[in-house]
T-cell receptor, first 117, second 108 residues
Framework: NAGVTQTPKFRVLKTGQSMTLLCAQDMNHEYMYWYRQDPGMGLRLIHY???????AKGEVPDGYNVSRLKKQNFLLGLESAAPSQTSVYFC????????????????FGPGTRLTVT | GENVEQHPSTLSVQEGDSAVIKCTYSDSASNYFPWYKQELGKRPQLIID?????GEKKDQRIAVTLNKTAKHFSLHITETQPEDSAVYFCAAGNKLTFGGGTRVLVKP
């Protein structure tokens, strides 16, 4: 199993450009998440999904959109990139969202380092 | 929503000594408390977790304690080794609100 994968690994954008980050998981997880991690800070939840066709806002959703058309994929879009969106983006997935459950660990992807100039 | 505070932000210990990281949370309904380790340039990985029906959990050199009344939980690493050097994150809540992280440096 590949686990959670993310593409691309690195990207440089100019202000105002758009892009889509792809997250894929092969563990048949229902729940998927997008986080951003800024230097010296923890992980902040951008959006999440509790199943195919569903999305919900997290802590810092402004400037981002997401889609979950297939259970195994979760896409994060930036419509008009801003320098404040320079960050490392992590995708994660898990079996459940409401603990305690038999399996709640979030499995993270390797991250995408995005720089907006 | 949940608010998680983590202290200290940096921790330097001598190899062989113990390291303790503390987190407090705000939502009394939270009942799952994981700890993640993130090495430089790598993804966060779960090292231990505890659920609200348990007060303490150990896994070799790592232990976590939970005080639901006071709404705080702690990570204890004993006999630290250089490979324990990393950033550690606590989290709480149904959608996992993360603390700000603790950078641990183990000096040989």
């Amino acid at each position: 199993n590949a686990g959670v994968t993310q593409t691309p690994k690195f990207r440089v954008l100019k202000t105002g450009q758009s892009m889509t980050l792809l997250c894929a998981q092969d563990m048949n997880h229902e729940y998927m998440y997008w986080y951003r991690q800024d230097p010296g800070m923890g992980l902040r939840l951008i959006h999440y999904s509790v199943g195919e066709g569903t999305t919900a806002k997290g802590e810092v959703p402004d400037g981002y959109n997401v889609s979950r058309l297939k259970k195994q994929n979760f896409l994060l879009g930036l419509e008009s990139a801003a320098p404040s969106q320079t960050s490392v983006y992590f995708c994660a997935s898990s079996y459940s969202i409401d603990p305690p459950g038999p399996a709640y660990e979030q499995y993270f992807g390797p991250g995408t380092r995005l720089t907006v100039t | 929503g949940e608010n998680v505070e983590q202290h200290p932000s940096t921790l330097s210990v001598q190899e062989g000594d113990s390291a303790v990281i503390k987190c407090t949370y705000s939502d009394s309904a939270s009942n799952y408390f994981p700890w993640y380790k993130q090495e430089l340039g790598k993804r966060p990985q779960l090292i231990i977790d505890i659920r609200s029906n348990v007060g303490e959990k150990k896994d070799q050199r790592i232990a976590v304690t939970l005080n639901k009344t006071a709404k705080h939980f702690s990570l204890h690493i004993t006999e630290t080794q250089p490979e324990d050097s990393a950033v550690y994150f606590c989290a709480a809540g149904n959608k996992l609100t993360f603390g700000g992280g603790t950078r641990v440096l183990v000096k040989p």
